[in-house]
T-cell receptor, first 116, second 115 residues
Framework: KNQVEQSPQSLIILEGKNCTLQ??????????LRWYKQDTGRGPVSLTI?????NTKSNGRYTATLDADTKQSSLHITASQLSDSASYIC???????????????FGAGTRLAVHP | EAQVTQNPRYLITVTGKKLTVTCSQN?????MSWYRQDPGLGLRQIYY???????DKGDVPEGYKVSRKEKRNFPLILESPSPNQTSLYFC??????????????FGPGTRLTVL
């Protein structure tokens, strides 16, 4: 069964600290993996997208890593700011060979709170 | 400004009263999709459309209808809402298929409560 699991469910850190969010998936065949940031009351916004051949991708203070062998990804946030308080969603795409439509599997997200 | 808009943002209704949630994008995207988001669960796709007059079911289509008469609009219709359709709904669009390395843009969400 294609699944995406994220940990932890929630996390509280102090402003200025670093943190790492985890994403494990059992999706096969794999096409790509994305990380989204979702502020409370808003729609998700894309942070990074990686194919199986990419090990790391950065977007400012956000760095995503991908290990396609172990089917794990992480999102590292450096020098956290209050505005980083949000849910972070991992999304993995299943490669569908028929019909031309690749299916997206969403994780439940990690809720991050950055405190002053 | 490139964006996906949804209306209404908040809606409280009663069981069985037909409603429509509108979605519009100004990016000339071909692909549009509807999702619902429930606590503790990832977003689940309801319906998607790859172009005008081309729609297909997602993972949880029961109780919903859609139409794509124009490229920019993709309304979600609940013919007879029930309490289990209480959820947060998102519309999204992308230039090509969302799974094919194309960035997907999400609307601000519509919080629906069915009493």
């Amino acid at each position: 069964k294609n699944q995406v699991e994220q940990s932890p469910q929630s996390l509280i850190i102090l402003e200025g600290k670093n943190c790492t969010l985890q994403c494990n998936y059992t999706v096969s065949p794999f096409s790509n993996l994305r990380w989204y940031k979702q502020d409370t009351g808003r729609g998700p916004v894309s942070l990074t997208i990686m194919t199986f051949s990419e090990n790391t991708k950065s977007n400012g203070r956000y760095t995503a890593t991908l290990d396609a062998d172990t089917k794990q990804s992480s999102l590292h946030i450096t020098a956290s700011q209050l505005s980083d308080s949000a849910s972070y969603i991992c999304v993995v795409t299943v490669l569908m060979f028929s019909g031309g439509y690749n299916k997206l599997i969403f994780g439940a997200g990690t809720r991050l709170a950055v405190h002053p | 400004e490139a964006q996906v808009t949804q209306n209404p943002r908040y809606l409280i209704t009663v069981t069985g009263k037909k409603l429509t949630v509108t979605c519009s994008q100004n990016m000339n995207h071909e692909y549009m999709s509807w999702y619902r988001q429930d606590p503790g669960l990832g977003l689940r796709q309801i319906y998607y459309s790859m172009n005008v007059e081309v729609t297909d079911k997602g993972d949880v289509p029961e109780g919903y209808k859609v139409s794509r008469k124009e490229k920019r609009n993709f309304p979600l219709i609940l013919e007879s809402p029930s309490p289990n359709q209480t959820s947060l709904y998102f519309c999204a669009s992308s230039q090509g298929l969302a799974g094919n390395y194309n960035e997907q843009f999400f609307g601000p969400g519509t919080r629906l409560t069915v009493l």
